[in-house]
């Protein structure tokens, strides 16, 4: 069905696939982010990416979800990452720490409940060390790639960002066959409707001034 076709081309989005790899050191990016969240998975893909020379930083951002109000555990490989963790930024520099990441590459933002948060402190981390990143790498799930990118764009209005998904269990080729998939999905669908006008920053409306 069409209709599958668009909202999957839509919502998820890939510039750098799982089996992508480069030499070592040959940097095309300033910096990795992640937006926060309970799985290793993705601390674990832009461990990856740092070690193969992707980019120099990685920005793991996180405090816990704000509906919840604490950090909800390890969602996959508790065996692994058991720990008792106060903060999804705390939860993914250890995954970081684990996977090789050298410690001064770590630019840690530990306040973000949600992904605007994320964008949003992201930026003033990196403000505060004088970063101004041309290009980033955003490592995020992949039903979640499309909002995130919305966010992380509008925050950083002057950088081209390329997407790093990671694919759990929801994927491009599934998403509709199961109800979870599909919840999950046409809830970032609803999302981006409802949270693009609210998220006017000074840089967005410097744009809109310019363009419309």
């Known amino acids: 069905m069409r209709i599958i076709d668009d909202i999957t081309n839509f919502i998820f989005l890939e510039d750098i696939s799982p089996r992508d790899a480069m030499e070592e050191g040959e940097a095309k990016a300033d910096v990795i982010f992640i937006p926060g969240g309970s799985y290793p998975e993705l601390p674990e893909r832009a461990a990856q990416l740092w070690k193969a020379g992707y980019a120099p930083y990685v920005v793991p951002s996180g405090r816990y979800s704000v509906t919840l109000g604490r950090f909800s555990g390890v969602k996959s490989k508790a065996d692994i990452y058991g720990k008792d963790y106060a903060t999804e930024c705390e939860f993914y520099t250890d995954v970081l720490l684990s996977k090789g990441v050298d410690p001064g590459s770590i630019l840690p933002e530990a306040q973000a409940q949600f992904t605007a948060e994320n964008a949003r402190l992201s930026r003033k981390v990196l403000d505060a060390k004088g970063i101004h990143p041309k290009k980033a790498i955003l490592c995020c799930k992949g039903y979640h790639s499309r909002r995130s990118l919305m966010y992380y764009q ?59």
Do not use: S
Request: net charge negative; hydrophobic share 30%.
């Open 154 to 212: 509008i925050n950083f209005p002057d950088t081209d960002f390329l997407v790093a998904p990671v694919y759990i269990d929801i994927t491009r080729e599934n998403w509709y066959c199961t109800q979870r998939g599909r919840k999950k999905v046409l809830g970032e669908l609803k999302r981006l409707g409802t949270q693009f006008t609210p998220e006017l920053t000074p840089e967005w409306q410097d744009f809109q001034d310019e363009k419309c």
